[in-house]
C-alpha cells in the first residue's frame, strides 16, 4: 500500500524542466544583441543628432553584439575576478573578431559597416587603438557587472513562465531572425 502511494505521489508530481545551456545562450544571443542594436543607436543619435538605422539585418539587433557577448561569457568569464586578463584578452579577442566580420561584410557585400580610417593606429579602418581598448573596458563591466546582473533577472522571469512557452518563445525569435537574415542578404547581395 506505502509502495502505491508513493509512486502515486511520485506520478503526480510535476517535473520542472528548464532550458539547457544552449537554449540560454540563444535568449542572452538575442537579449544582447538587441541591447547593442540600442547601444549603436543610441551612440549615433548623439553623434548624427537624428535617428538612422543601424546595423546589417532589418529587425533592431545588431548580431555581433550577441555573439560578442557569448564569447565573452563562454571564453572570457573566467577571468571575472582578474580585470587585467579580462581586458588584454578581450581587447585582442574582439579587435580579432571586429576584424574578421568587416572583411567578412566587406568581401561578401562590398560594404562597410564602420570605418576607422581616420581614426589614430588603425589596421586597413576596420579597427582602431581606441576601440580595441573600448571592448577591453566594456569586457570587465559586462562580466562583473552587466551579465550577472541580466543573468539573474532572466532566471527570475524563466522561473515562473512554462517550459513549452519558453521554448516556442525561442523558436519564434530564431525564426524571425533567420528569415530576417535571408532577406538582409538578399537585399545587400542585389
Not at 509512486?7 to 524542466?17: E, M, P, R, S
Not at 548623439?46 to 571564453?75: D, H, Q, S, V
Request: with cysteine.
Amino acid at each position: 500500500m506505502l509502495e502505491k502511494m508513493t509512486t502515486l505521489f511520485q506520478f503526480n508530481q510535476v517535473k520542472k524542466v528548464k532550458l539547457n545551456r544552449i537554449q540560454i545562450f540563444i535568449l542572452y544571443f538575442f537579449l544582447f544583441a538587441f541591447l547593442g542594436w540600442v547601444m549603436e543607436t543610441l551612440y549615433a543619435i548623439y553623434n548624427l543628432g537624428y535617428f538612422t538605422k543601424r546595423g546589417f539585418l532589418y529587425g533592431p539587433i545588431c548580431p555581433i553584439y550577441g555573439f560578442g557577448a557569448l564569447m565573452l561569457i563562454a571564453f572570457l568569464g573566467k577571468y571575472r575576478k582578474n580585470n587585467l586578463k579580462l581586458f588584454t584578452y578581450a581587447a585582442i579577442l574582439f579587435s580579432a573578431f571586429e576584424y574578421v566580420v568587416s572583411y567578412g561584410l566587406d568581401a561578401l557585400f562590398a560594404m562597410h559597416w564602420w570605418d576607422y580610417t581616420n581614426d589614430f593606429f588603425n589596421l586597413n579602418g576596420r579597427i582602431s587603438i581606441f576601440y580595441s581598448f573600448a571592448w577591453g573596458i566594456i569586457a570587465i563591466i559586462f562580466i562583473n557587472h552587466v551579465y550577472p546582473f541580466f543573468k539573474k533577472k532572466i532566471n527570475l522571469i524563466l522561473s515562473k513562465i512554462p517550459y513549452t512557452i519558453q521554448l516556442s518563445f525561442i523558436y519564434l525569435l530564431s525564426s524571425i531572425w533567420l528569415v530576417d537574415t535571408i532577406l538582409s542578404f538578399i537585399r545587400y547581395l542585389n
